[in-house]
């Protein structure tokens, strides 16, 4: 096997090589008989003629193997009772809903979209939670209108429920979110536990909000949640968090709050080049599971149900792009740009973050000669590159390239930027492929337009 696709498998002091989130590739790619690369059993290139590009795919199997990881490690390493809930902006379609519902897990949401997708996607009321640095009047009645748990952000949010919530009989279940003053190293944009962070209350003023709730007759505060950041490699930051989490728990306690939730958040990374080396799951996992269980028993405290909101290690590696090649610019002795049918408005990560993946040929995986090229999108921007610098075999246009990672945030962040229609999804499994978002046309860009009509008048 050729260096290119061996770096698609896990390392292999890995002991832990079935964890998804370690592989670049999604856990059932193959390449078959004729040295194409196929996942779930569809071949790329295949499913390139029949649905055209660019495309997003997400396996299936990858998804539901991640979910189980969660869940069984959970299971394994808390003694007390836990959820794992999809953080949904990672990804957030019927299809997905459906399939981590099934999986057992919750869902995280922020936003009426995300909410009505989980609720039509069949997940039940009770393992959704709202959350939101700027909640509008409207989300947070919808969410207390549907029994979801609403994760306290602000004074705001306290001050508009109060005007919601008409009956005491039916409280709205709270959870409050916190900085927990954590840093990590990731990316400043993906940061969200430093003091600094426009997310939640400070952990100085979290004692003054369990003083106020003891007044507060229309909700109850049943849990914490906070999140430190995301594509993290470390499991340092969550054991430190664990200790100021059960410190706020033993507080609320205090002051005679029903408790009994804490939130830790999401946040572990994938690998997305081989250079990458995230925890898997299961050892994530295990040192939060861990870590919660002493926290809490140095204190004396009751174990709480023990919540994580993973996104990004639950569809990241199931999802891939591909796209067709198109030109190609040589600048002598500088660089060679290969462009494709796709780019920023897809993935905007490259752009916003420098994030780098990994791509290969679709037909032709395995190849000796080291051609380096720019992986250029279709944008009108100098900086809408995809990759820099790869290596890739001798091709021609119409060749199908592939992206590999791309199921968190890439959908879900995409544009229509120069009003480039977004790609379709599909969902492979065991030789299937299903069409789970339709590919967006021009036509439908047009869709909210409106011309004036002493325009329509003066033509
Ligand atoms: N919970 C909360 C409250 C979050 O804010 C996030 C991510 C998650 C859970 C899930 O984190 P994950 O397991 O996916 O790391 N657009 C950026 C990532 C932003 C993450 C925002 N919050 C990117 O493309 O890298």
């Not at 836990?82 to 019927?94: D, G, I, P």
């Not at 995280?108 to 979209?113: A, F």
């Not at 799951?281 to 140095?298: G, H, L, P, Q």
Request: with cysteine; hydrophobic share 35%.
């Amino acid at each position: 096997m050729n260096f290119a696709m061996s770096t698609l498998r896990p390392f292999e002091k890995d002991l832990d090589k079935t964890s998804p989130n370690r592989n670049i590739a999604p856990i059932s790619t193959e390449i078959d008989t004729e040295e194409k690369i196929c996942v779930a059993g569809c071949s790329l290139s295949g499913l390139a003629q029949k649905y055209g590009t660019p495309l997003y795919i997400l396996d299936e199997l990858t998804i539901r193997k991640s979910c189980k990881e969660y869940r069984e490690s959970l299971s394994e390493y808390y003694p007390g009772e836990s959820m794992a809930l999809y953080a949904s902006k990672a990804n957030s379609s019927l299809a997905l809903s459906r399939i981590v519902a099934s999986e057992g897990m919750g869902i995280d949401v922020v936003s009426e979209g995300e909410l009505i997708t989980a609720l039509r996607g069949g997940v039940p009321t009770n393992k959704i939670i709202f959350h939101g640095n700027n909640k509008s009047f409207s989300e947070l009645s919808l969410a207390y209108n549907n029994n979801v748990i609403i994760v306290l952000d602000n004074q705001n949010d306290i001050k508009q429920l109060a005007s919601i919530v008409k009956s005491e009989e039916r409280k709205a279940r709270l959870m409050l979110r916190f900085t927990p003053g954590i840093e990590c190293h990731t990316h400043d944009y993906i940061k969200t536990g430093m003091l600094d962070s426009k997310f939640g209350f400070n952990y100085t003023e979290i004692e003054n909000i369990f003083v106020q709730f003891k007044n507060i007759k229309w909700g109850e505060l049943i849990g914490l949640h906070a999140h430190i950041g995301s594509q993290i490699f470390e499991v340092e930051p969550h054991r430190d968090l664990a200790d100021v989490m059960a410190k706020v728990l033993k507080m609320g306690r205090k002051y005679g709050h029903p408790i009994d939730i804490l939130n830790v958040g999401g946040g572990l990374g994938i690998r997305y080049i081989s250079s990458d080396d995230p925890p898997s799951i299961k050892s994530w996992v295990k040192v939060v599971s861990e870590a919660i269980f002493e926290a809490c028993n140095n204190r004396s405290l009751e174990l709480p149900l023990l919540m994580c909101e993973p996104g990004r290690s639950i569809v990241g590696t199931a999802g891939l792009t591909i796209y067709s090649i198109g030109s190609k610019k040589e600048i002598p002795g500088i660089k060679t740009y290969l462009a494709v049918d796709g780019g920023m408005s897809d993935n905007p990560r490259p752009i916003t973050y420098e994030s780098k993946y990994s791509a290969y040929l679709a037909d032709r995986p395995f190849f000796k000669e080291k051609n380096r090229v720019t992986i250029a999108g279709k944008h009108c921007e100098s900086g809408d590159v995809l990759l820099n610098d790869v290596l890739i075999p001798e091709c021609k246009c119409g060749d199908i390239l592939v992206v590999f990672g791309t199921g968190a945030y890439n959908f879900s962040m995409s544009s229509n930027y120069n009003r480039i229609p977004k790609p379709a999804s599909v969902l492979v499994n065991k030789g299937n492929s299903d069409l789970i978002q339709r590919r967006e046309l021009p036509e439908d860009l047009l869709r909210n337009d409106i011309l004036p009509d002493r325009f329509i008048a003066k033509d």
